[in-house]
T-cell receptor, first 111, second 114 residues
Framework: ELKVEQNPLFLSMQEGKNYTIYCNYS?????LYWYRQDPGKSLESLFV?????AVKQEGRLMASLDTKARLSTLHITAAVHDLSATYFCAVGEWGDDKIIFGKGTRLHILP | NAGVTQTPKFRILKIGQSMTLQCTQD?????MYWYRQDPGMGLKLIYY???????DKGEVPNGYNVSRSTTEDFPLRLELAAPSQTSVYFC?????????????FGSGTQLSVL
């Protein structure tokens, strides 16, 4: 059974700092997703990672995938208040159609 | 394009009542999903479908039923509502031919069972 674990679950950080959110999963996967959710809103797609070593960047966010370690990271560079949100990773198991979400990382960036 | 449309946005049910949450997408996506989101618990997969006439259980299917008679529609049925089904429900769709695409989410349905 596929398990997806994110850490930390809550992160409070100051503007201008760098930090990384980790996403570990338990079985072989062929796709990994990162989503952002603002309070009371739906989920917005950030990245789709499909292969080992994949790296994608959008503004101050960069996501990477290591399929051998079953680990993805979401790195935040020089955080700004607008990045405050909950970030989810989601994983699709290889050979299966289900997509399983982690519990999310609630990010609070202090001005 | 409207994307993924969910109705209703809010609903209050009494224990034991039944209802159907509607989900429609206009992107010709073959994959559709239903998730529920409880505070601090992330999203849990209820049911999913890989095409018209094909559905399968997710992580938490008990108390729910689905059908997929068309590519566009994927309704979620709650029979005999219970307080444990109080949650926010999200429908999502994706296109998965020739590679995996991202999930597009609807705006959600907030359901309270009292």
């Amino acid at each position: 059974e596929l398990k997806v674990e994110q850490n930390p679950l809550f992160l409070s950080m100051q503007e201008g700092k760098n930090y990384t959110i980790y996403c570990n999963y338990s079985t072989t996967s062929d796709r990994l997703y990162w989503y952002r959710q603002d309070p009371g809103k739906s989920l917005e797609s950030l990245f789709v990672l499909l292969s080992n070593g994949a790296v994608k960047q959008e503004g101050r966010l960069m996501a990477s995938l290591d399929t051998k370690a079953r680990l993805s990271t979401l790195h935040i560079t020089a955080a700004v208040h607008d990045l405050s949100a909950t970030y989810f990773c989601a994983v699709g198991e290889w050979g299966d159609d289900k997509i399983i979400f982690g519990k999310g990382t609630r990010l609070h960036i202090l001005p | 394009n409207a994307g993924v449309t969910q109705t209703p946005k809010f609903r209050i049910l009494k224990i034991g009542q039944s209802m159907t949450l509607q989900c429609t997408q206009d992107m010709n996506h073959n994959y559709m999903y239903w998730y529920r989101q409880d505070p601090g618990m992330g999203l849990k997969l209820i049911y999913y479908s890989v095409g018209a006439g094909i559905t399968d259980k997710g992580e938490v299917p008990n108390g729910y039923n689905v059908s997929r008679s068309t590519t566009e529609d994927f309704p979620l049925r709650l029979e005999l509502a219970a307080p444990s089904q109080t949650s926010v429900y999200f429908c999502a769709s994706s296109y998965s031919n020739q590679g995996w695409g991202k999930l597009f989410f609807g705006s959600g349905t907030q359901l309270s069972v009292l």
